[in-house]
């Protein structure tokens, strides 16, 4: 049966992808943005589907429209660009979680919360379970995306409490692929970017610090296997691919993929950049019957010839 459905941040990389699959499986989509971070160039190739729509709105403000689920997707979320202006970042992420779950509860619809690793903050535990509570500073210059996305968790838990909303949460692990802008300053894209251009390799610290990439195909594939589970089952739920390598790992990586002439160079480390990622997901095994598929070598090579058309 065709699903209405609303994908808040629809107009940024995950959110494309989403939109994309969503329509695909025969749904009427609606792209919600503001085109902070997002553009409309990476949808624009679904708008000939009349069953598209998008939609310029911020989700600071109350939006209303009748749907039968939404995915709440809208924040920037590389550190560069929810550091830019941190209270509108904190103020997204609360108010735009305010917003969402009143229309959810409004209209009777379904509602699922791109979280994030970083509610683990800089980890103690390794690798993360989601009963793992986290080690976030609350006034660091990571904390206006930090603890803007814990209190929406916590919103999201509280009006599935107190007003029977039916929540849904994923923390998402950091995700690659395709339609990453180009200057958005993360590191897979900021590696393939520099290394296709024969510049200098920009790594942080010492590069010994680590995470676990997952491909785009594959959160797109955890986040709709979630928002169908059955209405008992809220999350929080972890999405990443467990693969761990260093920053320097990834660095020689790009460069080998790319066979590119540029040489590593070190940076300093940003405050509290956390040392270690990897999520534990035994509960996404079980629950969602999901597990990532899309190797770091496989995905970064469809990532790399992304780059070069986009790049040009
Ligand atoms: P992105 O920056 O490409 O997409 C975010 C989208 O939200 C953009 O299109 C942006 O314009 C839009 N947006 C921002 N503020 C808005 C506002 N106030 N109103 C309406 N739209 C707004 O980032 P992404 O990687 O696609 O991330 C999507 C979601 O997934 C975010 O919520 C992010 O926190 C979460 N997430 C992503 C990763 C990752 O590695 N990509 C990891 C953890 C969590
Ligand atoms: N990083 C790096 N060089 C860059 C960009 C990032 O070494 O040009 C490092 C960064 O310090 C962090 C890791 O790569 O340790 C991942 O950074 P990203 O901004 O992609 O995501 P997050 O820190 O939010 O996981």
Redesign the pocket.
């Known amino acids: 049966m065709k699903k209405r459905i609303l994908v ?8 494309s992808h989403l939109c994309e699959r969503l329509l695909s499986e025969g749904n009427e989509v609606y792209c ?8 409309k160039q ?1 949808v624009v190739h679904l708008t000939s589907n009349p069953y598209f729509e998008i939609i310029r ?4 403000n109350p939006f209303l429209i009748e749907v039968d689920e939404i995915y ?7 550190p560069v ?1 929810y550091q830019y202006n941190p209270i ?1 970042t904190i ?2 992420s609360v108010m ?1 979680a305010i917003n969402m779950l009143g229309l959810a509860k409004r209209v009777n619809a379904k509602i699922l919360q ?5 509610v683990y903050g800089n980890p103690m535990v390794h690798p993360q379970p989601e009963s793992y509570w986290g080690n976030v500073n609350p006034i660091g210059e990571r904390s206006c ?1 930090d603890e803007g ?1 814990r209190a929406a968790e916590t919103l999201f838990r509280d009006y599935h409490a107190q007003n029977d909303v039916k929540i849904k949460i994923v ?6 692929g395709p339609r ?2 180009p200057n ?1 300053g ?1 590191v897979v894209s900021n590696f393939i970017v520099q290394a296709l251009q024969n510049h200098d390799i920009t790594v942080y610290g010492q590069g010994d610090q680590t995470r676990s990439f ?1 491909y785009v195909d594959d ?1 797109v594939d955890g986040m709709i296997k979630t928002m169908n589970t059955d209405d008992s089952f809220t999350g929080p739920v972890n999405i990443g691919n467990p693969g761990e390598f260093t920053i320097l790992e990834l660095a020689e990586k790009v460069i080998e993929l790319t066979g590119s002439k540029s040489k590593i160079v070190y940076q300093p480390l940003p405050s509290d950049d956390p040392l270690m990622r990897k999520p534990d997901i035994s509960l996404a095994k079980k629950a969602l019957d999901w597990e990532p598929t899309i190797k770091l070598e496989d995905g970064l090579t469809k990532t790399i010839a992304f780059f070069k058309d986009a790049i040009k």
């Open positions: 808040t941040g629809g107009a940024g990389f995950v959110g919600l943005d503001n085109y902070f971070t997002g553009q990476n709105h911020d989700v600071i709440n997707l809208a924040c920037p979320a590389s660009h509108k103020k997204t735009g791109a979280s994030t690793s970083e995306y996305k923390r998402i692990f950091n995700t690659y990453m802008h958005d993360r997952q959160l």
